[in-house]
């Protein structure tokens, strides 16, 4: 079937897809918002020995508990897509980075709020670059999907082994091959949340939903960075 596009069509196409991408990264900075404020409040709940602190500490198992209830959370939302609709996926992602936020707590314990700050600095601006490549570069990046699933499974497990080397050489390796590999997938999920749009441009409320879980993937690599980022900086505080 032959389309005729003009120039009013195609300004209009285009103001949609900006529309679209600017409700990724709202959905994105509300997770990341929602993290911040259930952490740090856990974690002043930690200091003063508030209600929260009674509650994880009476519940020895409770933060395997949350990461079990997260990953229940992810699944839903890949998986049940489809059969939910935009609020519910929405709550959601927001109930999942709370919960996300109460594990996060412990950050404030083990690093200084001035490493915490300029991890967060860094990687926002690793996040913003590999954004702009993400949406500019011509190439597919999808060809390399492959690598970034080896290297999901393989970062846990070399993350493990490491637990019993002790090696402090071996962590710093890691932290760096995790922070590439989340630097590699932020542009690589940009690159897919574009394709998403003009895959499903013709259904509104697909377009709405897939924004939704494009949001939740980018948080994820923002996350990530963020945690591998605090790590290299701990070890270099450490060997000096």
């Not at 389309?3 to 709202?26: G, T, W």
């Not at 897509?81 to 412990?106: D, H, K």
Request: glycine share 4%; charged share 15%.
């Amino acid at each position: 079937m032959n389309q005729k596009f003009d120039a009013f069509d195609m300004d209009r196409n285009e103001l949609s897809f900006n529309q679209y991408i600017q409700n990724v990264f709202v959905y994105m900075s509300l997770g990341l918002l929602a993290t911040s404020a259930s952490s740090f409040l856990c974690f002043c709940s930690f200091a003063g020995r508030g209600i929260i602190y009674h509650l994880l500490v009476s519940f020895p198992y409770a933060f395997i508990l949350i990461f079990l209830i997260e990953l229940i959370l992810s699944f839903a939302m890949s998986r049940f897509l489809y059969r939910l609709n935009q609020t519910q996926l929405m709550l959601l992602f927001i109930v999942y980075s709370i919960l996300n936020g109460l594990s996060f707590s412990t950050v404030f314990i083990v690093y200084q709020l001035s490493d915490i700050f300029l991890a967060f600095v860094y990687a926002t601006g690793f996040f913003i670059s590999m954004t702009m490549i993400g949406k500019t570069t011509k190439l597919d990046l999808s060809k390399y999907r492959t690598i970034f699933i080896a290297g999901l499974i393989s970062l846990p497990i070399f993350s493990i082994v490491s637990l019993f080397i002790h090696s402090s050489k071996m962590d710093i390796l890691i932290s760096w091959a995790g922070l590439l590999l989340f630097m590699g997938l932020t542009a690589y999920d940009i690159q897919k949340v574009r394709n998403i749009y003009y895959n499903n441009a013709g259904e509104s409320d697909n377009v709405k939903k897939l924004a939704i879980l494009g949001a939740f993937e980018l948080y994820l690599d923002f996350i990530n960075m963020f945690i591998y980022i605090l790590r290299i900086m701990n070890n270099k505080r450490n060997r000096d």
